[in-house]
């Protein structure tokens, strides 16, 4: 019940196009659900996260959505660009524990090709 | 602004030596703190988290230990490095005060064991 199952493990996608990134919880428990971009060789640093009081969260070319009913949330590039090739990590957590653990999925490779 | 430091950014040792990575925060106080490792092309694993100064768990059992001498200062020690101790460490820190579950990375400390 603690997973978060990420899908695809890699995604190539054309320069302009959509790349979408799938994660799926089991936890109900869970109520914040965060993207993380990773470069190779860096820290994972938060790209864009999302409350279940929303179905959607939109910032710049990156949207979440969400659907609570499915116990799913994606992650949606638009305009696709070759620096947004990464690895990209979705996470879960329960904000009521004092820990703030976050649940990681096992992480996408986004190619972009020019 | 927050900032975390870790170090150092890379490390080389031989099988059976000792370790220690050191990770800091500025600009907060009473974080939370955490310590990940992140194998090769994989997902990040949870090794330890703080809540607090003296105040660590263990997510998973192993021959490391961690340690939080100070409220922004957290440490992460072995006494006998074994080959499976390679990987890229992260260290990252999430704010009480804001939401627990933000987690906020460092730039990691890349651990080859030979």
């Known amino acids: 019940q603690q997973q978060v199952k990420q899908s695809p493990q890699s995604l190539i996608v054309q320069k302009g196009g959509i790349s979408i990134i799938n994660c799926a919880y089991e936890?109900?428990?869970?109520?914040?659900f965060p993207w993380y971009q990773q470069f190779p060789g860096k820290g994972p640093a938060l790209l864009i996260a999302i409350r279940p009081d929303v179905s959607e969260k939109k910032e710049g070319r990156f949207t979440i959505s969400f659907n609570k009913s499915a116990k799913q949330f994606s992650l949606h590039i638009m305009d696709s660009q070759p620096g947004d090739s990464a690895t990209y990590f979705c996470?879960?957590?329960?904000?009521?524990?004092?820990?703030?653990?976050?649940?990681f999925g096992q992480g996408t490779t986004l190619q972009v090709k020019p | 602004s927050q900032t975390i430091h870790q170090w150092p950014a890379t490390l080389v040792q031989p099988v059976g030596s000792p370790l220690s990575l050191e990770c800091t925060v500025e600009?907060?106080?009473?974080?939370?703190l955490y310590w990940y490792r992140q194998a090769a092309g994989r997902g990040l694993q949870l090794l330890f988290y703080s809540v607090g100064i003296g105040q660590i768990s263990s997510e998973v059992p192993q021959n490391l230990s961690a340690s939080r001498p100070q409220d922004r200062q957290f440490i992460l020690s072995s006494k006998k490095l074994l080959l499976s101790d390679s990987g890229f460490y992260l260290c990252a820190w999430s704010n009480p005060g804001e939401g627990r579950d933000t987690q906020y990375f460092g730039p990691g400390t890349r651990l080859t064991v030979l």
């Open positions: 936890n109900t428990a869970f109520d914040y």
């Open positions: 600009g907060t106080s009473n974080p939370n």
């Open positions: 996470a879960a957590s329960r904000g009521s524990s004092n820990t703030g653990k976050l649940i």
